[in-house]
């Protein structure tokens, strides 16, 4: 199953037969143990905070960061001299986001829609309940209740991606209309 140079990253293989999968085979599963590389500049862009630069096209904001950085760094200036490059510039860096914090304001991530909802959970309990049938009792009326609880599912499921595209498309649609094109780039991207 694994070439011969991954064969030392596995640490467990087990199969199980109560996973629900669409066909009547096992599932197998892996504990594989990977070493993965994080490169130093991938590392240092994710700080966790984010600004709202959207806030700077505001003249009133923009105003007040500009005099918020200005008296943060005549109050730098009256401090002594340090001899130390890396101390003053943790100083000013600190100084920065202190008075962007305050004035701009941190980036609020969008709350998603969650991909299932309520009756989405039923069909899946349904088909749960009809597979156990199945696998306790291998008739043909088990079979055919399991076809029928699938393409229900299914069917469910694929009519809820559908309404979720259309509100995605509509809401690019507004975005390309209104000349945010910030949120139409974005909304793009997240589709590729």
Known sequence: MI????HSSILDVRSFRRADCVTDLCLVVAKIKESLTVSKQAAQECDGERFNLRKLNEMVVTKEYQTE???????????????DINRAWECIKENIKTSAKESVGLHKMKQHKPLCDEECLGFLDQKKQAKI????????????????????????????????????????????????????FRGISDFK
């Not at 070439?3 to 991954?6: G, I, L, N, T």
Request: glycine share 2%; proline share 1%; hydrophobic share 35%.
């Open 3 to 6: 070439d011969r140079k991954w």
């Open 69 to 83: 950085i200005t008296n943060r760094f005549v109050a730098l200036e009256n401090l002594s001299d340090s001899k």
């Open 133 to 184: 049938q199945w696998v306790q009792d291998p008739s043909q009326c088990f079979v055919d209740n399991l076809n029928n609880v699938r393409y229900e599912a299914s069917r469910h499921f694929r009519n809820g991606k559908k309404a979720y595209l259309k509100a995605k498309f509509e809401e690019l649609e507004t975005n390309s209309k209104m000349k945010n094109l910030w949120d139409l």
